[in-house]
């Protein structure tokens, strides 16, 4: 394993049929909330996989791809690093690739969050959600969930 986080990653957006939202506040960063965020174990890693296994190790969820099945959009995002988590790449790496997924999960289903990168979690509907994420590509991927959601309209 490479000493230096893969400047690649998943954003997973977690929400309900009704476009409810789940957001997870970070622990090294308490008041940032977000949805779930991981960077590539190794450089061939396929995207469901990482996508499948952060969202496991984040919240617990278990995407089997029969009841609870991840969505790639085939969409992604380039961003530049925050200065604050600069340190975990390269020398030099400024920018990550985030590709974006989404998955429709029950309401009532449990939620155990990784008491290492997560604090709190919290349902909003999609438009509180998205005013209360810090980054603005995972604000943009809540916001066009009702485009890109094919189920029941609020």
């Known amino acids: 394993m490479t000493p230096y986080k893969i400047p690649e ?9 009704d476009l409810q939202v789940l957001l997870i506040e970070r622990a090294d960063k308490p008041g940032f909330w977000q949805s779930v965020t991981g960077s590539l174990d ?4 396929p995207l469901l996989t990482t996508a499948t296994r952060e969202l496991f190790e984040e919240t617990g969820i278990v995407a ?17 690093i925050y200065p604050v988590w600069r340190h975990r790449y390269a020398p030099g790496v400024t920018e990550n690739t985030e590709h974006v997924f989404s998955v429709e999960v029950p309401r009532d289903i449990a ?3 990784s008491p290492r990168e997560h ?13 209360k994420c810090f980054s603005s590509s995972n604000a943009e991927a809540i916001l066009q969930l009702p485009k890109k959601f094919a189920g029941p309209k609020k």
Request: charged letters at 15%; glycine letters at 2%; aromatic letters at 6%.
């Open 9 to 17: 990653s998943v954003l997973v957006v977690i929400h309900t049929a």
């Open 42 to 45: 190794a450089a061939d890693e």
């Open 64 to 80: 089997d791809g029969e009841n609870i099945v991840l969505r790639d959009w085939h969409l992604s995002n380039i961003y530049t």
């Open 111 to 113: 939620i155990t969050l």
């Open 119 to 131: 604090l709190n979690h919290v349902w909003l509907p999609h438009l509180e959600a998205a005013d």
